[in-house]
């Protein structure tokens, strides 16, 4: 029981405090490690410096194996082992600067580590460097064979070498020595030093110069010597003799062991030991810069000699005439060289030819060629030739204009009557610059230049009649004499609308409800032409109708009140003016049915009334008559008798006819009594406005047997 509760406590231990070691006979931990420099971080060449590692471990009993490590720069430079506790001491007896970098130290115990932080060292100061030579004095073609020492110094090291403070040399060395070999750079005395830079990554340092060391340099007795014939008034096509020869001073032998060269410009005519010929033709293309070389071993020798060579003729120049020429036109081309030495050539030495061979042009003469220019551009070139030398002229193209075709005329959008327009006049082919000349008839007009592809050679102008465009002409030249014509203008006109009308059927007095009213709207002017029909007080159109005709009708469908108002319209056609006619007020009257059916009414209305007044008429009557009667009734039977016939007599214009259908009195009476008969009397108007009256009575003993009269 009392193991387990040992075990326990130590897993808990290790758990909350990592840093400590527990085992059942020893246990420790690294508080910390520290890396110093002394004396200082900051030390001058040839100081003891000593980086000193100091670790604080805390243990039990027992000894602990410590196993430090030493950085610099990331890089290990020192490794110890020890049991004991005391500081690890890392000596850098004599500092130099490639001690300078940043330190760390390192612990490992029984596999636990743990790193101290960097501290940098900085060493300054570099010994002088120490400059060593194997000869004071040399020939030109001997080498220097020169040491130079860093003493003291360690790490990587850059060396340089100086001529004359000139830098001839440098080199990476990890030891503090360099020894080289190097040829000096001419003949005198010079001075040598060196020195040197330690290379510490990024930085370096830099010493001071060292010692300085005097070098003569001998001449060797030997040169080159480049000799040229003739010297002087050299010409194309002289023979040129070149040597180049080795002129020794004191030793023969030393010229056997050289080299010569003769060159001229870039171009090595020849080479050799003891002495080198070349022979050539002069020519007068540019100054001929000869070169004679000497080498032996690292020594060069060099000698220059420049020619001046005079042309003999000059290169020729070819000309054509005319300066212009069109396709299949007569050209003369012309090749001649305007200078020549005439103490050396005469004219008649020199020749000429062209090329190539096949160009088509006749020799007329030394230098003339002549003929007929091809459809395409070609190129010739002059070949001069005299004593073996020939020269080319420039190369001339030649670029045979082509004829300007027959021009085409048009217009330019619209031709409208009155309105200014364009006229184009445009070739298909033909070489610029090119006059088009506008014709009215066969005057002309006005003259226009076209010089490039995308201009054009636009007139403008403006007809008042139709047919004036057809007298427009254009012609085109490009060259002289030729002017080609073109055909006459064809082209549509437009002329802008006039006069426009708006004419109603039906007629405006006989336009009624129900009937189908035409608006049709005229114009003059050329179509296609555009209507547009309005009522006032509308902005929209009623209708809109484009026709190639002068006129055209809007329909109105079955009208009503509503479709009475004031219409009016509009035409445009191509020449874009809108004219619109006189407004016009349409007035929709009654359908004849309608009134038809009032007429109708008001006649029954009239007939009611008429009968109305008949009746009251008849009735008046039969009282008057009823009067009568009772009167006659009381008067004698003679008297009455009397008074009947001079009654009678006193109306002789009326003639009543009477027309009794037999009835008994009592009935008669009775209709009387109600307004009723079942007899008639009928009268008629016989003669005159008071036609006579035929009285037709049947015999009767009381008056009220007669009849009634029917009014």
């Known amino acids: 029981m009392g193991l387990l509760l040992l075990l326990t406590s130590s897993l808990l231990f290790s758990?909350?405090?990592?840093?400590?070691?527990?085992?059942?006979?020893?246990?420790?931990?690294?508080?910390?490690?520290?890396?110093?420099?002394?004396?200082?971080?900051?030390?001058?060449?040839?100081?003891?410096?000593?980086?000193?590692?100091k670790a604080h471990v805390s243990s039990g009993t027992g000894v602990l194996s410590r196993e430090y490590t030493i950085y610099k720069d990331s890089q290990t430079v020192y490794t110890k082992t020890s049991s004991t506790s005391e500081d690890l001491l890392y000596p850098l007896p004599g500092a130099r600067v490639s001690n300078t970098g940043k330190y760390k130290c390192k612990i490992n115990i029984e596999g636990k580590e743990k790193t101290s932080e960097a501290t940098k060292l900085t060493v300054t100061g570099l010994s002088k460097p120490v400059l060593h030579i194997n000869k004071g004095v040399v020939n030109e073609e001997e080498e220097v064979t020169a040491s130079c020492t860093a003493p003291g110094e360690t790490g990587s090291i850059y060396f340089?070498?100086?001529?004359?403070?000139?830098?001839?040399?440098?080199?990476?060395?990890?030891?503090?020595?360099?020894?080289?070999?190097?040829?000096?750079?001419?003949?005198?005395?010079?001075?040598?030093?060196?020195?040197?830079?330690?290379?510490?990554?990024?930085?370096?340092?830099?010493?001071?110069?060292?010692?300085?060391?005097?070098?003569?340099?001998?001449?060797?007795?030997?040169?080159?010597?480049?000799?040229?014939?003739?010297?002087?008034?050299?010409?194309?096509?002289?023979?040129?003799?070149?040597?180049?020869?080795?002129?020794?001073?004191?030793?023969?032998?030393?010229?056997?062991?050289?080299?010569?060269?003769?060159?001229?410009?870039?171009?090595?005519?020849?080479?050799?030991?003891?002495?080198?010929?070349?022979?050539?033709?002069?020519?007068?293309?540019?100054?001929?810069?000869?070169?004679?070389?000497?080498?032996?071993?690292?020594?060069?020798?060099?000698?220059?000699?420049?020619?001046?060579?005079?042309?003999?003729?000059?290169?020729?120049?070819?000309?054509?005439?005319?300066?212009?020429?069109f396709q299949k036109d007569h050209m003369t081309l012309t090749c001649r060289s305007k200078i020549y030495v005439s103490e050396r050539i005469s004219m008649e030495e020199l020749s000429y030819t062209l090329e190539p061979p096949d160009s088509h042009l006749t020799p007329m003469k030394p230098g003339v060629f002549s003929g007929r220019a091809l459809q395409h551009d070609f190129n010739y070139t002059c070949v001069a030739q005299a004593k073996g030398i020939m020269k080319h002229s420039d190369t001339l193209t030649i670029y045979p204009k082509v004829s300007v075709s027959i021009p085409k005329i048009s217009v330019v959008g619209k031709a409208v009557l009155g309105q200014p327009f364009n006229i184009l006049c445009q070739s298909d082919t033909g070489s610029f610059p090119i006059n088009y000349t506008l014709l009215w008839g066969y005057d002309k007009l006005s003259t226009t230049t076209v010089k490039l592809p995308r201009e054009e050679a636009l007139f403008t102008v403006t007809i008042s009649r139709p047919e004036e465009i057809n007298k427009y002409m254009c012609e085109a030249t490009n060259k002289h004499g030729e002017a080609p014509l073109s055909k006459r203008l064809l082209a549509a006109v437009i002329a802008p609308l006039t006069d426009t009308t708006l004419t109603v059927l039906p007629s405006l007095t006989e336009i009624s409800e129900g009937d189908d009213l035409y608006l049709i709207c005229g114009t003059k002017g050329s179509p296609p032409v555009t209507f547009?029909?309005?009522?006032?007080?509308?902005?929209?159109?009623?209708?809109?109708?484009?026709?190639?005709?002068?006129?055209?009708?809007?329909?109105?469908?079955k009208l009503?009140?509503?479709?009475?108002?004031?219409?009016?319209?509009?035409?445009?056609?191509?020449?874009?003016?809108?004219?619109?006619?006189?407004?016009?007020?349409?007035?929709?009257?009654?359908?004849?049915?309608?009134?038809?059916?009032?007429?109708?009414?008001?006649?029954?209305?009239?007939?009611?009334?008429?009968?109305?007044?008949?009746?009251?008429?008849?009735?008046?009557?039969?009282?008057?008559?009823?009067?009568?009667?009772?009167?006659?009734?009381?008067?004698?039977?003679?008297?009455?008798?009397?008074?009947?016939?001079?009654?009678?007599?006193?109306?002789?214009?009326?003639?009543?006819?009477?027309?009794?259908?037999?009835?008994?009195?009592?009935t008669v009476r009775g209709a009387a009594d109600h307004h009723d008969y079942q007899g008639s009397v009928e009268y008629a108007e016989l003669n005159g406005d008071r036609p006579e009256i035929s009285h037709h009575l049947p015999e009767a003993n009381n008056p009220q047997d007669l009849p009634v009269p029917v009014d």
């Open 560 to 666: 009503s009140k509503e479709h009475s108002g004031t219409y009016y319209c509009e035409a445009v056609n191509q020449a874009n003016n809108v004219v619109r006619s006189e407004k016009v007020t349409v007035e929709v009257r009654m359908a004849l049915w309608k009134k038809a059916v009032i007429g109708g009414v008001g006649l029954v209305v009239v007939s009611l009334l008429v009968l109305a007044c008949v009746l009251y008429c008849k009735s008046k009557r039969v009282r008057v008559v009823r009067a009568a009667v009772s009167v006659w009734s009381e008067r004698p039977p003679e008297v009455a008798n009397d008074e009947e016939s001079s009654v009678l007599s006193s109306e002789p214009d009326v003639e009543y006819t009477e027309v009794v259908h037999p009835q008994p009195v009592d």
């Open 532 to 557: 547009k029909w309005y009522r006032d007080g509308d902005k929209q159109p009623l209708f809109t109708d484009t026709t190639n005709k002068n006129n055209t009708h809007y329909q109105v469908p």
């Open 160 to 325: 340089y070498f100086y001529e004359d403070s000139k830098e001839i040399l440098d080199n990476l060395v990890n030891s503090n020595q360099l020894k080289a070999k190097f040829p000096l750079s001419s003949i005198g005395i010079h001075k040598l030093s060196c020195n040197y830079a330690v290379l510490i990554m990024p930085d370096s340092f830099k010493s001071e110069k060292s010692n300085s060391i005097t070098v003569s340099v001998k001449e060797l007795s030997i040169t080159p010597v480049l000799e040229i014939l003739p010297q002087s008034k050299v010409y194309e096509g002289d023979q040129l003799s070149i040597s180049c020869t080795i002129r020794t001073f004191l030793n023969s032998s030393v010229s056997s062991l050289a080299d010569l060269y003769l060159s001229h410009g870039t171009t090595l005519l020849s080479s050799g030991k003891t002495k080198v010929n070349h022979s050539m033709v002069a020519l007068a293309e540019h100054p001929w810069d000869f070169e004679c070389r000497l080498e032996k071993g690292n020594v060069a020798k060099v000698t220059k000699n420049r020619v001046t060579v005079n042309e003999l003729f000059s290169a020729p120049t070819l000309t054509m005439s005319p300066a212009e020429v």
């Open 15 to 53: 758990f909350f405090y990592p840093g400590i070691v527990v085992d059942a006979q020893r246990s420790f931990t690294i508080q910390n490690i520290v890396l110093s420099i002394e004396p200082s971080t900051n030390v001058t060449r040839d100081t003891n410096v000593t980086v000193r590692c």
